[in-house]
């Protein structure tokens, strides 16, 4: 309330000041209960906060863009993950300030590791680098040790027989990429529509892995627009933004609704 009321300095009256904080805490209150009741349906204990994980391999995927392999520092196994959860990485910033962030899981479960791929946020305009992905990219290398979370979050693959149709952007491809390393090992004869959009091949992440994915698919359908074609890419690539006219796979009505059902033809 004090950064509130130096920002929009008299408008802060003390009954203002009063609402916003009755406010604050009845959200923060709300929030509070919510997380306790995940915690409580993920069978997770709170107080087990971060574990150390060691970095087993740091791998330059892209323009701007990391993959760290982590494996539990004390020898222990891996908690098991759905394709398309994350995990909070906690970092302690120069100046003792440690910060926790998410980032996916860009790869299947394996039993003993777990993959997360970092996109360099930089600052644009004048505001600063984002602090957690350019401290990881600038200072952390394989051998080295990072906190980091039970793996969590409830957008994850069903592995019923539906056709999906999985759809990305940029480093949104890191759910993609776990979910297509899932499917190749569980259901690759899944038909899946794979629709991925990026500014150019360079800073496209986790090609290697999604081509390899692929290649032990049997009925995946993948289509790639970047918006600078500059050099090929993998699959059936176009130039521009995602266009679904330009498809000539069937994408399932009920998959976008008639809407897009009749762009798409
Ligand atoms: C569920 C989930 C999954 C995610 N998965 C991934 C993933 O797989 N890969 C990935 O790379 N990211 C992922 N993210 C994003 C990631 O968690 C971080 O948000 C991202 O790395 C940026 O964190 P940062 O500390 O680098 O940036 P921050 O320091 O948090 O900065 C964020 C932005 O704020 C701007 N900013 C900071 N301070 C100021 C200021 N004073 N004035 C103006 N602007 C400012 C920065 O320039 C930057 O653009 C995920 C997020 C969620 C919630």
Redesign the pocket.
Known sequence: MDSVAEVLGDAVTAEVRGAWTEVYWLFATLLAAEEARLYQVAGHAPAAGFRPWRVTERREEAED?VSFVLRPADGGKAAPHRPGQ?VSVAVDLPGGLR?P????L?RAADGVSMQ?????????GG?????????LHREVSAGDELLAGTPF?DVVLDDGPDPLVLVSAG?GI??IAAMLDHLAAVQPGRRVIALHADRRPAVHALRVQTAQAAGRMTDLHRVTWYEEPDAPGDGLVMAGCIDLGALTVRIPAKVFGPDLWQQAG
């Open positions: 863009v994350y910060q962030r998410q980032y996916t860009s997360i791929t970092v996109r360099r946020v930089r600052g644009r505001a600063p680098d984002g602090a957690v992905s350019t401290y979050g480093i890191t759910p």
